[in-house]
């Protein structure tokens, strides 16, 4: 019988090691950074705090509704082993052009230290080993969108990134591996419908493409690390103030270097109900398997929208950084276009 418990012990400990490397090693460190930073701002605190659904409020399309206006974003994610990630980022929305044509750009900045880790390096045979690391991410998007009448609107994406993400080992100081990226064409569009103030409808794609390279202590790796990201969306208006946003995403992705690819399928559900003239709103969904909340502060010209994100991106990043983590961002928006035109 103690023999039995001894083999069943080493049974549940190897199927949690290989459990542990399928959901870890899915992607590279440098990538799953940015799931905390620049994967949440394209779709905006708001669109977060209900679910994520980044095809309807948090649509490219829709930037136009938003011109004349500045922001500062703030956030952070914590597990419960210390790994802390954080960013800030700051955009500004330009006065519509001609045809309501509207421009808007965001730079982000991220960083994070001392992230423990298991990464399995390629010249030490994809060998795993738990690492201690520092990782940043630098990032600038510009968006373009405008209506184009009855009710429809159009939007473009066009992104610039890179991320480095720099770890030792442990255990062994002499193993180490330096994980970077390199710019190729990244962008992506959307459309939106709104036939009447109740419903609206949107679909989003987003393409993401970048060179890696994997550097340790034994050996160079390259390779193409490539994403594509279709979102579909509707929001409802059920009563006054409220309305529920019900939408989804499949992504798929492929790796080079790990010769890895990956495709899933993930919900987004929310709802948001204001309160006082919109002064106030409160809202939560899913965001895929992360359970989210957030909150809205309104007094022209200034907007204060916060979020709560419990697993932040868990079903995309897995336990790369460890088993829980907890999520809040931030953003101030001000509106200078309504807060000159009082002023004179």
């Known amino acids: 019988m103690k023999r039995f418990d001894i083999v069943f012990r080493d049974l549940i400990f190897v199927t949690y090691i290989l459990f542990l490397s399928f959901d870890g090693y899915s992607q590279s460190p ?3 950074l940015r799931e905390f930073a620049s994967g949440q701002i394209k779709k905006g605190v708001r669109s977060i705090g209900m679910g994520g659904d980044g095809a309807t409020w948090g649509n490219y399309s829709l930037v136009w509704r938003d011109s004349s206006t500045a922001l500062l974003d703030i956030g952070t994610n914590q597990y419960t082993n210390n790994n802390t990630f954080g960013f800030s980022a700051v955009g500004v929305t330009l006065p519509p052009l001609k045809n309501g044509l509207t421009f808007y750009a965001i730079a982000l900045s991220q960083h994070a230290t001392n992230i423990s880790t298991t990464l399995k390096l390629p ?8 690492m201690q690391g520092d990782g940043s991410n630098q990032a600038v998007f510009v968006k373009m969108a405008m209506p184009l009448g009855k009710g429809f609107s159009f939007g473009l994406l066009l992104s ?28 992506g569009f959307g459309f939106s419908w709104q036939p009447n103030t109740r419903i609206l409808v949107g679909m989003r794609a987003l393409f993401n493409n970048d060179n890696e390279t994997i550097v340790d202590n034994v050996s160079n790796s390259h390779g193409l690390n490539s994403s594509q990201e279709y979102r579909l969306g509707i929001s409802v208006g059920v009563w006054k103030g409220a309305l529920i946003d019900l939408g989804g995403n499949i992504r798929h992705r492929s790796n080079q270097i790990f010769n890895t690819k990956n495709t899933a399928i993930e919900p987004n559900i929310g709802f948001e109900q204001n309160l006082w003239q919109r002064h106030f709103a409160f809202r939560f969904g899913l965001d895929e398997t992360s359970e989210t909340g957030g909150v809205t502060l309104r007094y022209n010209p200034l907007v204060l929208d916060i979020a709560y994100v419990h697993d932040m991106a868990i079903a995309r990043v897995g336990s790369i950084f460890g088993p829980t983590s907890s999520s809040i961002i931030a953003t101030l928006i001000f509106d200078f276009g309504n807060y000159l035109n009082k002023k004179h």
């Open 30 to 32: 440098e990538f799953s």
């Open 123 to 130: 010249g030490l045979g994809n060998v795993a080993f738990p």
């Open 160 to 187: 610039y990134e890179r991320t480095i993400f720099d770890a030792v080992s442990e255990m062994n100081p002499q193993v180490y591996a330096r994980y970077q990226t390199d710019w190729l064409p990244s962008g």
